[in-house]
């Protein structure tokens, strides 16, 4: 018996389990039939990491997982859906009239990694959870006891999170739009219902100095090096100032030329991260004062420090599905509730905004 072969759940097949409760089982039965092909989705991610914007294998991978599922064609698959890594596919279930007005729930696949260390932080796993799911939630509609309610299941592929904002792209061109409800999971090292630093400003600061000589005419130079680390070192002076819940961390990137040229342009790409906007704004003013400071020290001239909100703390998950995971078993929640962990909060700024 295949996949989507299966018999409906009946009542009395778990000896009185509840509608709900044999939902949960069907939809944890359908990940587990599904576990090869998935476990195969995530290593084929892992061992040819791609950067941001650049997925194109992952994107093949994933497009063509859903274009194989069985039974085959059950999921609408639009391949490059507004970027040309990005993805969605589609299910619902059947005999369902848009008159219903059926709820629309996304699952999101993260499958970028970063430049030497690959899939750091395992985005290959956000794929296969967020896939794993959505699967998942078929299978247990598709056993549902009765007519089905009208619910249409849609898989986002979003690509270039560690680096731009794929999802922000994906949101502005309106792919986020009817979602009702949006899911994602991040691994991570603990088991947890939350992420507590959500809130992050990213922020490059170029600083332009004067070339000259250093050995013949230093005098005439203005060092942008030296503004960039005057900077490294005002933040990690403020740094014992922060809560223990803050974050900030940096590059200096365009370290000069060579030693004998006082070096005219240097670069700074920091991020900054707290449990709250509120906090997030204190932390950034002081980060803002710690890059101007820098530049009169030195001479030099920065433009203007803009700080590009990359997520906020607006909502970090949905209180109720947080109970529900923290109050789920612990050999459940790996394949039942994963999915209900982590909403990113631009998201969540989209909707407050529309
Ligand atoms: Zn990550």
């Not at 194989?68 to 698959?77: F, L, R, Y």
């Not at 369902?96 to 993260?110: K, R, T």
């Not at 680390?229 to 922060?242: D, E, G, H, K, P």
Request: charged share 20%; hydrophobic share 40%; glycine share 8%.
């Amino acid at each position: 018996m295949g996949p989507g072969e299966e018999l409906p759940v009946e009542r009395g097949a778990c000896g009185g389990a509840s509608e709900l409760e044999l939902l949960k089982l069907r939809a944890a039965e359908r990940i587990d039939e599904a576990a090869g092909r998935l476990g195969a989705l995530s290593q084929a991610i892992w061992s040819q990491p791609e950067l941001a914007y650049e997925e194109q294998h992952a994107h093949g991978v994933l497009t063509r997982f859903f274009q194989c599922e069985p039974p085959a064609a059950s999921w609408v698959v639009q391949p490059h859906y507004h970027l040309a890594t990005a993805f969605r596919a589609e299910w619902e279930t059947p005999g369902v009239h848009v008159s219903q007005n059926p709820l629309h729930l996304g699952f999101l696949c993260e499958y970028d990694a970063l430049p030497s260390i690959g899939h750091a932080c395992g985005h290959n796993l956000i794929a296969e959870v967020g896939a794993a799911a959505a699967l998942g939630l078929k299978g247990a509609l598709e056993g549902f006891h009765g007519p089905p309610p009208p619910v249409k299941v849609i898989v986002l592929g979003t690509p270039a999170e560690e680096d731009g904002g794929g999802k922000i792209d994906l949101i502005e061109a309106g792919a986020f739009k009817n979602l009702d409800v949006v899911f994602m999971a991040h691994p991570s090292q603990e088991n947890a219902a939350y992420l507590p630093d959500v809130a992050e400003h990213d922020v490059t600061v170029k600083y332009h100095g004067k070339a000259s000589h250093a050995a013949a005419y230093p005098w005439e130079g203005v060092n942008a090096v030296d503004a960039a680390v005057l900077a490294y070192n005002n933040l990690s002076v403020l740094r014992q100032q922060m809560k223990p819940t803050w974050r900030a961390h940096g590059i200096i990137k365009n370290g000069g030329v060579k030693p004998n040229i006082i070096p005219c342009y240097s670069e700074l790409i920091y991020y900054f991260r707290a449990p709250s906007m509120k906090e997030l704004t204190v932390l950034t003013e002081k980060a803002e004062d710690c890059f101007r400071a820098a530049a009169l020290a030195t001479g030099c001239t920065t433009g203007d420090v803009r700080f590009i909100q990359r997520s906020s703390s607006v909502s970090n998950s949905n209180g109720d599905s947080q109970t529900r995971y923290v109050k789920c078993p612990k050999s459940k929640r790996l394949s039942i509730y994963p999915l209900f962990i982590y909403n990113y909060g631009y998201l969540n700024i989209y909707k407050l905004n529309t």
